[in-house]
């Protein structure tokens, strides 16, 4: 069987030399003609990859990895044709116009998304006459698309895609204008161009095609009135518009289109109203009308989508109030009316939007006091924004219960009195901004606010607090002579209390500089202790060591590549974290980091990043001071059943956010950007409520502008992007795909590593309903929204090409929009 096999491998050529001659009788189709397109193709590939290794002389193409075939008949006879070439996430270097189309004529499906395809479309890829999808999704395709001349008989060989049910080209840069007939033939499905550089009209074919599921036409540059060129589609799931420059209003004809989920129309020139019509779409999800010229009231009828989770019609010119029917909308997570022209009270019924977790509604004209009802929004936890509004009134305790919010902004209104002391229990604040009001009287004595910036507080009525550039608050306002007279009585005083307080601690530092032994000394006048070393003043070199019992392992809570990290509780009671430099082999490298991190974390401050208190780099003591993080690392967490059974998936989608505002800071926020490099679960580190916060930035790099950043490698297995193993050089991608990484294992509840092992997405979406970690309870339908659209990104951060891959910027707007 085996010699009849070896046999037939030997005869092959000639078989399929008979082929081709018998084919040239019957209207020239081949097997051999195709065999040769494909092996040209892979010819002008300028490193064929592996799945290619099959694409042999010497065997047929319907064996061939990517290569499907199917038979027809042709006259008399059967011939086998290919009918599927779907190679995704190959690594495929070259140009798509290298393969002839032409003999190709009985292509079905054709699937290269995700690789490194560049150059024009080819005109032959109009001849495939029974093609059904056509996805180049994330290459590098240029120039205009073909003009797939669809007018008149069709020969049996050629066609012009009358049949494609699917064609995804987005995220390429792609130029010219869409094809006047795309959807003529009334069977498209998906369309999806975003991501390119399309202009001009929108292609009239569009408004009959009412076979469209899906259409993506996002961040192009295409015009057109939104009301005279889309019509009404039944099967209509999606419709993405967002950023181009349609004009017109939005028609009425939308509401007839009720099986829409996501309707994004962001970022456009639209004008008009928002049609109440809009109320029966029951099924809606995500409503963006954002940045566009609308002007009018928002619509009661609003109130009727049940199903909305996200709503932004902010950067309008939208007037009147809020209607209070908005409390109808019990699944709304994301509420954004900024920057409008609304007015009158911020309505008592917000408060039923129970699971809000952003609100924002600044840049308006509201007016009144903020309702206390606001405070029922206990899932609000991202941000809540009221600035630059007429709100006036003293600030409601109920505030204090949005014990998860990070970000809180009262700043430029009118408010008066002075802030509730309930915010002392608002312990997952980041950021409060009550600038430009008339507030007064002391800041709360919470951890959040004595760490402050006096910007957030100032200018106000009479704020006091001891924070630089705010009154201590014993120094009450007193009029004229009268508090002249108290400063006078004062001054002396503090004088005196200031040289008493100098004295003793230059008499405690020469005590224990006496007592330390010989070995150990420290020179406090070497310039070379404290390059920057400041605690509110009381951080002081002895209280480490003291606090350490002089670094005793009894006090060690980690150990990491280039030192061990000491848990230390300071004589006015603050705990701190202390990274102690070790002497090694390695004292070069290790140094290197050392500074490396002393360097960057001196100079960023971001409520997701650890915060530095100080370091000593002296030839006796290296060593930074991190504020304490109570819970220990993400990998630890997971690694513990229980933990991670209390780790249950708001929290770990919450976490996913912080890490993912953390590293788009990194990258968009400073100048010249930084780069991590060492993004895992081990550098996440976890306080008492499972808020992250990214640490180690001994391997982080400062991208510099004038420099080809060229580095050695470095990272985590399992974490490293995959270019780094061939091109040395550092680029904001790859953190994008370590967050990718990250993103799985907090799901998954493990690192990811058999889905990164070259599975496609499409089996990564297929195994998306087995991979939840099963350990905390079953996710509610909001958080399968949430888990979803968090997968989805996670595979788009890990695609093979970094082109391909979105910024920290774009993904982390992914997850709060």
Not at 734 to 759: I, Q, T, W
Request: net charge neutral.
């Amino acid at each position: 069987m085996r010699a009849l096999f070896h046999l037939f491998l030997l005869l092959l050529p000639c078989l399929l030399f008979l082929e081709e001659a018998r084919a040239a009788r019957h209207g020239g189709i081949s097997l051999r003609s195709q065999h040769i397109a494909l092996l040209h193709w892979k010819a002008s590939l300028a490193s064929p990859p592996l799945q290619m290794i099959s694409w042999q002389e010497n065997t047929i193409p319907c064996n061939w990895t990517g290569i499907m075939c199917m038979a027809i008949r042709h006259g008399r006879r059967m011939l086998w044709v290919v009918s599927n070439i779907t190679l995704p996430n190959a690594g495929i270097h070259g140009q798509l116009g290298e393969l002839n189309f032409s003999a190709l004529p009985f292509l079905a499906y054709i699937d290269l998304h995700n690789n490194s395809l560049h150059g024009a479309l080819p005109a032959s890829i109009s001849s495939l006459s029974v093609l059904l999808e056509l996805n180049l999704e994330q290459n590098q395709l240029t120039g205009e698309i073909p003009c797939q001349n669809l007018s008149g008989p069709l020969p049996q060989e050629i066609g012009h895609l009358t049949s494609l049910v699917k064609l995804g080209l987005s995220n390429n840069t792609i130029s010219g204008s869409l094809p006047e007939h795309i959807c003529s033939s009334r069977r498209l499905q998906f369309l999806g161009i975003s991501n390119n550089m399309f202009n001009g009209l929108i292609p009239k074919s569009l408004k009959t095609c009412t076979s469209l599921v899906e259409i993506d036409l996002q961040r192009n540059q295409l015009t057109g009135d939104l009301s005279q060129h889309f019509g009404v589609y039944p099967q209509l799931k999606g419709m993405r518009l967002a950023s181009n420059r349609l004009s017109g209003k939005i028609s009425p004809n939308l509401a007839a289109c009720i099986q829409l989920t996501v309707l994004l129309l962001s970022q456009n020139m639209i004008t008009g109203s928002i049609p109440p019509v809009l109320s029966k779409l029951s099924n809606l999800e995500e409503l963006t009308l954002d940045s566009n010229h609308l002007s009018g009231e928002i619509p009661a009828e609003i109130g009727t989508l049940g199903n909305l989770y996200i709503l932004n019609l902010s950067s309008n010119k939208l007037s009147g109030s809020i209607p209070i029917q908005i409390q109808k909308l019990s699944n709304l997570g994301y509420l954004d009316i900024s920057g409008n022209r609304l007015g009158g009270l911020i309505p008592e019924e917000l408060g039923g939007c129970m699971k809000l977790q952003s609100l924002k509604m600044n840049d308006n004209n509201f007016r009144g006091s903020l309702p206390g009802a606001i405070g029922n929004l206990a899932g609000l936890q991202i941000m809540l924004d009221v600035s630059k509004n007429n709100l006036s009134g003293v600030l409601p305790q109920q505030l204090g219960k949005l014990e998860m919010l990070e970000f809180l902004n009262l700043s430029h209104n009118q408010f008066r009195g002075s802030i509730p002391s309930s915010f002392s229990t608002m312990l997952s604040l980041s950021t409060v901004d009550v600038s430009y009001n008339d507030l007064e009287g002391p800041i709360p004595t919470t951890r959040l606010l004595q760490n402050a910036s006096a910007s957030w507080f100032i200018p106000n009525k009479g704020m006091c607090g001891y924070l630089y550039g705010l009154a201590p608050c014993y120094s009450t306002p007193v009029a004229g002579h009268h508090k002249r007279k108290t400063l006078d009585l004062l001054l002396p005083i503090v004088l005196v209390a200031v040289f008493c307080i100098v004295a003793a601690i230059v008499v405690i530092i020469m005590l224990s500089h006496n007592k330390r032994k010989p070995q150990e000394s420290v020179n406090v006048e070497g310039r070379d202790l404290f390059s920057v070393w400041n605690f509110d003043g009381r951080l002081a070199f002895d209280d480490i060591v003291r606090a350490t019992d002089d670094f005793n392992d009894k006090y060690i809570v980690g150990r990491g590549g280039y030192g061990k990290v000491y848990k230390a509780q300071l004589q006015d009671g603050q705990i701190v974290a202390v990274k102690k430099l070790h002497q090694s082999e390695e004292q070069l490298n290790d140094d290197r980091r050392f500074h490396n991190e002393m360097e960057i974390l001196s100079q960023i401050r971001q409520r997701s990043i650890v915060k530095m208190y100080g370091f000593c780099s002296h030839s006796a003591y290296k060593f930074l001071v991190y504020d304490y993080i109570q819970h220990g690392s993400l990998h630890m967490t997971l690694e513990n059943d229980e933990v991670a059974k209390e780790l249950d998936w708001q929290k770990r989608i919450a976490l996913a956010n912080y890490v993912a505002q953390a590293i788009s800071y990194l990258h968009h926020e400073c100048s010249p950007p930084i780069i991590h490099r060492d993004i895992t679960s081990n550098n996440i580190l976890l306080d008492t409520t499972f808020k992250a916060f990214v640490s180690d930035f001994g391997t982080a790099r400062i991208l510099k502008p004038d420099s080809s950043n060229w580095t050695e490698l470095a990272g985590t297995y399992g974490y490293i992007a995959p270019e780094l193993a061939y091109t040395f050089v550092v680029t904001e991608k790859c953190d994008v795909y370590s967050f990718g990484v990250v993103a799985l294992e907090l799901v998954m509840g493990k690192h990811p590593r058999d889905l990164l092992n070259g599975m496609s997405s499409v089996e990564q979406a297929m195994l998306v309903k087995d991979i939840l970690d099963q350990r905390p309870t079953p996710p509610t339908t909001t958080e399968n929204k949430s888990l979803a659209l968090l997968i989805k990104l996670a595979f788009s951060c890990l695609e093979s090409s970094p082109l391909a891959r979105p910024t920290m910027q774009e993904a982390y707007q992914t997850l709060i929009q």
